[in-house]
């Protein structure tokens, strides 16, 4: 609990809510990094000891880009913050008219989603055409339903499962981002890394194979951990960063080396660290270093400040 909501005093109630907007935008800002620095790890071998990639490096985009992961939370951040509430026609628009200007990186399941509300198909037809896929695209983009909602856990599980429904609409891709927002949820409040875990697995309901991965998570070693584009081995991977590290850095950094689909993975547990640990626990230069393109293709950057603002407008539409 936030305490100044317990005992009604006015100072505390203040600081506490700077508490909670440190969190969010660490929860913001920690998926962009995350992000950016898995970005040149991406599709590679898994890194250990000395070959470890610490700091953002130049991959297929300079150093410090963020991907297609943080363009897709943005278009849903903005719909949030647009619609005052989740209006999931209007996230899918936004993600259509982001597919439609050529991204530089798109998922396979999304692309087949995108591809088909553009070709006009019946949503009935596309969701057959999706049975048994359970991609990580829905995951990578879940935060700021957490943020948005983050006065309300009930509702943030809902519209996390809601969200992911708009293009992931197998359960295990739902359950996946209502677990990851709990963590954050709980992250905002002060929960601490292992607090955060065990209230979302308390709040959430899993698929078994989902509950058991996590529960397992922590006593993985990391060459148990395949982390593919499988929602699954992005909560794994994200859980077992974030249970086996005790800092921002080492967490992201640990995840993105595990390769393969290390920007989505150190993404998922970048917002998540970023909750816990809150924005200055994220390296000053990590901070300094992030940058894209959004809308993508334009001239605007978006840089720190930007992703800042962001998760104070999805907070200040939570309410107080
Ligand atoms: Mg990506």
């Given at each position: 609990m936030i305490n100044g909501d317990v005992n009604g005093s006015a100072?505390?109630?203040?600081?506490?809510?700077?508490?909670?907007?440190?969190?969010?935008?660490?929860c913001a800002v920690g998926a962009a990094v995350g992000d950016a620095l898995g970005m040149p790890l991406e599709f590679g071998p898994a890194r250990r000891g000395r070959y470890q990639v610490r700091a953002?490096?130049?991959?297929?985009?300079?150093?410090?880009?963020?991907?297609?992961?943080?363009?897709m939370a943005l278009a849903l951040a903005e719909s949030l913050i647009a619609r005052d509430d989740l209006d999931t026609d209007d996230v899918l628009r936004r993600f259509v008219d982001w597919y439609r200007r050529s991204p530089a990186d798109v998922g396979n399941q999304l692309s087949l989603v995108l591809s088909s509300v553009r070709a006009g198909r019946p949503r009935a037809e596309i969701v057959r055409q999706l049975a048994g896929r359970q991609g990580n695209g829905s995951v990578m983009r879940c935060y700021p339903v957490a943020l948005r909602f983050c006065v309300s856990l009930p509702r943030c599980l809902q519209a996390s499962i809601e969200q992911s429904d708009i293009t992931h609409p197998d359960p295990l891709c739902g359950a996946a981002c209502a677990l990851v927002n709990a963590v954050i949820w709980h992250g905002l409040r002060g929960a601490d890394a292992a607090t955060a875990v065990e209230r979302a697995l308390e709040a959430v309901e899993l698929p078994d194979a989902l509950r058991r991965t996590v529960e397992q998570a922590p006593g993985r070693s990391a060459d148990e951990l395949q982390n593919t584009g499988w929602a699954l081995h992005a909560v794994e991977s994200a859980v077992w960063g974030l249970l086996t590290t005790d800092s921002f850095a080492e967490c992201v950094i640990q995840v993105a080396n595990l390769g393969n689909d290390a920007d989505t993975s150190a993404c998922v547990v970048g917002a998540m660290a970023g909750a816990v640990y809150g924005l200055d626990a994220i390296p000053l230069d990590w901070?300094?270093?992030l940058h894209g393109r959004w809308p993508i293709h334009s001239e605007r950057v978006w840089r720190v400040a930007d992703f800042v603002a962001l998760a104070d407008a999805l907070v200040g539409r939570g309410g107080e």
């Open positions: 100072n505390s109630a203040r600081l506490s809510r700077e508490a909670l907007l440190d969190r969010a935008r660490g953002m490096q130049a991959g297929r985009l300079p150093a410090g880009a963020f991907t297609d992961d943080t363009e901070r300094e270093a």
